[in-house]
DNA sequence: CCACATTTGTCCGTATGTATC
DNA sequence: AGATACATACGGACAAATGTG
């Protein structure tokens, strides 16, 4: 059974997070640094995972801002 | 105008070959560093671009053997 | 089974650029 | 001007899977 990547789950932490409702549209994730130390991982790995997150159309990335959620679709 | 970003580079050239027919669904793509020679740029911006691609359904990485080019699902 | 080369996959640290506040 | 925060790019180190001999 191999184990699961770091940015897995990072990636499964925030979507859990968007699809429970914790994070809605419009609000703002912790930044590359909190969400680091939050999941015991490097800044790098935080980002392989939001760029999955954001290529997923669930987040988005403003710079200088932050990253935020995005308004749910429904599509 | 801000300029297009190298790993952007890759995925849109990556993509235009596969549109275009030049790469079918089955084909192997050139390996990260032939890639990464072609486009002058490191393997890690490389796999940024694959790793967009695969996101995407358009390609499929298998360890030790190579990037594969999925088959087109036509959905 | 073992050794080796090849190739993709994961992870890290760092540097620099760009945008916002 | 300075601080903060995301974006891009690089190099290096290992791990994991595959194929060959």
């Known amino acids: 059974m191999p184990r699961t990547p770091d940015y897995v789950r990072v990636v499964d932490g925030v979507?859990?997070?968007?699809?429970?409702?914790?994070?809605?549209?419009?609000?703002?994730?912790?930044t590359y640094a909190e969400l680091a130390k939050q999941y015991e991982v490097s800044v790098t790995t935080v980002q392989t995972a939001?760029?999955?997150?954001?290529e997923r159309g669930l987040i988005e990335g403003q710079q200088g801002k932050?990253?935020?959620?995005?308004d749910d679709k429904r599509g």
């Not at 997070?17 to 994070?23: C, D, P, R, V």
């Not at 939001?50 to 954001?54: D, E, M, P």
């Open 50 to 54: 939001l760029r999955i997150l954001s």
């Open 15 to 30: 979507t859990g997070l968007i699809k429970a409702g914790e994070l809605k549209g419009g609000d703002r994730l912790p």
């Open 66 to 70: 932050g990253v935020f959620v995005c």
